[in-house]
Each structure stands twice: as C-alpha cells, then as structure tokens.
C-alpha cells in the first residue's frame, strides 16, 4: 500500500512541475518515484521509506538536478536597445567635444561625449562606444 501512496505522490510532484519550472518538484517526484519502487520490491516500513526518499533526494538535489538546470535553464538574456550599444563602434558626425557631438551608431545619430573630457574627435573618425549615458553615448577612440 506504502508504494502505491509513493507512486501517487511522485506523479503527482512531477507533474506540479509544469507551473513552477524551478526541477524542484521534479526532483521530489522523481526521488518519491525511486522510494514506491524500493518499497514495493522489498516491502519495507516507512522508516525506511522515509530514509530512501531522503537519501535519493539528496543524490538528485546534489548530482541531478544542477546538471539539468545548466542544461535546461533559463539561457542569459540577449542585450538589446540601449544594453546592446556599449562596445559597437561609431562613426563621427559632428565633432565630438566634452560638451557637443554626434556620432551614428548602427544608423542612428547619437548625442556624444568623450570618455576622456580633455580629447576631441574630429568628423570622420571612428570610435567605440563605452557606455550610454542618459541619451548621451559616451565614446572613446581607442589606443
């Protein structure tokens, strides 16, 4: 009876895993799994049930379960708009000064500053694109 309680209990948890997607779930309904298929070859009492389902539990928590999440986790995320600009090179428009410039980046004209305020770059020059700052790209032309 104490592994068709088990069986229960481990579909049961697997399948909560489809609202949380955390392998939390997954990894209690899998160890509960393990503990119906010990308990029903050896008919053991729940003591034991209870140190099988703890003991398989950890093995998953601790072998398992970080290898599912690396594989199966949430990707990093793709920079995009403004997070995308820093390390894209532009091209100057207007002389970039510590108080005035342009410069276009992937086609779009950006107010610009020098990383370094003493340094000024003339029209024409192409320089990287360090950080955004506000609606300002603050650029730098390199070494």
């Known amino acids: 009876m104490a592994a068709i309680v088990w069986l229960v209990a481990g579909i049961l948890l697997a399948a909560a895993e489809i609202f949380t997607g955390e392998l939390t779930l997954l990894t209690l309904g899998l160890a509960a799994l393990g503990t119906a298929g010990v308990s029903a070859a050896f008919d053991t009492s729940l003591v034991v049930d209870a140190l099988v389902f703890a003991a398989i539990t950890l093995v998953l928590f601790a072998g398992v379960r970080p290898v599912l999440r690396r594989k199966f986790g949430t990707p990093p995320p793709i920079a995009t708009n403004v997070d ?42 192409s320089v990287y694109v360090m950080k955004i700052d506000g609606a300002t790209a603050v650029v730098w032309k390199g070494p």
């Open 84 to 125: 995308a600009l820093p390390g894209k090179t532009a091209l100057v428009l207007q002389p970039v000064a510590e108080h005035a410039g342009q410069v276009k980046i992937d086609g779009e004209v950006w107010t610009a500053r020098p990383l370094n305020p003493d340094e000024t770059y003339e029209e024409g020059t």
